[in-house]
């Protein structure tokens, strides 16, 4: 005997579409491969890049690195060079200081030979000259003009008469070696004249009356020009040795001309 083995599932829609799903399995895609093999090259190249850039950057910062260290070296010995030069520059001007310092003193000084022979040039026939004495320079006349600090001078003697003596006060006023607007008459009085040595004569002879003269004090204060600018008195006066330095110093420029 025959049997029938009928499955009537596999009549069924549902079951054939299943079937049918299964067996068309994995489809690869088709189609231009371009772009994917762009992006894989890319994502390989990338890493390359950035380990050489980072390379470079290393190679760089080492470099400037050692430039820099280069340049604080450099730096050190320039900023020790500047304070030797500025050392030198103190020592310059402090030995240009003392030097200054001494041609000043130097450039003040007044030969008394040279303002004596001026004196005996400018004193009137009629004028006698006792004593001439420098004045000191008082406290007082410190916190003066630089005319008091530089001192003073006190001529003192015998003339004729009063116009004798301003006409002495009037030379005087001209002399390079003093300050004409300090000089002046501080004393003039009529005295009886001296006798000179060995005139009273017999002791019964009678005294001998000489006319009365005047006795004065003039006071004036020493120039402070520099003796320098002087020169031309000074060898009119026959200060040789004073005028001979003077030049030398100018000649090394050390004051002016």
Avoid: H
Avoid at 53 to 71: F, H, K, M, S, Y
Avoid at 146 to 162: H, K, M, Q, V, Y
């Amino acid at each position: 005997m025959y049997s029938l083995d009928v499955n009537f599932l596999k009549d069924r829609a549902g079951y054939q579409n299943n079937t049918s799903k299964k067996g068309q399995g994995i489809k690869l895609p088709t189609g231009d491969f371009t772009p994917v093999y762009v992006g894989l090259a890319i994502g390989l190249c990338l890493p390359t890049f950035f380990g050489g850039g980072l390379w470079l950057l290393q190679a760089r910062t080492g470099q400037l690195d050692q430039e820099i260290a280069q340049l604080d070296q450099e730096n050190q010995k320039l900023e020790a060079e500047i304070g030797n030069i500025n050392k030198i520059r103190e020592q310059t001007k402090q030995v240009q200081a003392e030097t200054q310092g001494l041609v000043t003193v130097f450039d003040q000084i007044r030969p008394w030979s040279a303002m004596l022979q001026d004196l005996r040039d400018r004193i009137p026939a009629t004028v006698q000259i006792e004593t001439v004495r420098q004045l000191e320079t008082t406290a007082s006349a410190q916190g003066q003009s630089a005319n008091s600090r530089a001192g003073g001078l006190e001529i003192t003697g015998l003339a004729r008469s009063f116009n004798d003596v301003n006409d002495f006060l009037l030379t005087l006023q001209e002399s390079k070696f003093l300050q004409s607007a300090t000089s002046r008459i501080t004393s003039a009085t009529l005295v009886d004249a001296p006798l000179p040595p060995g005139s009273n004569g017999a002791a019964n002879s009678e005294p001998i009356k000489l006319p009365q003269v005047v006795q004065y004090t003039i006071q004036s204060s020493i120039s402070d020009v520099p003796a320098s600018e002087l020169i031309r008195e000074l060898e009119k006066k026959g200060t040789v040795g004073l005028v001979t330095r003077i030049r030398s110093i100018q000649e090394i420029g050390v004051i002016s001309k």
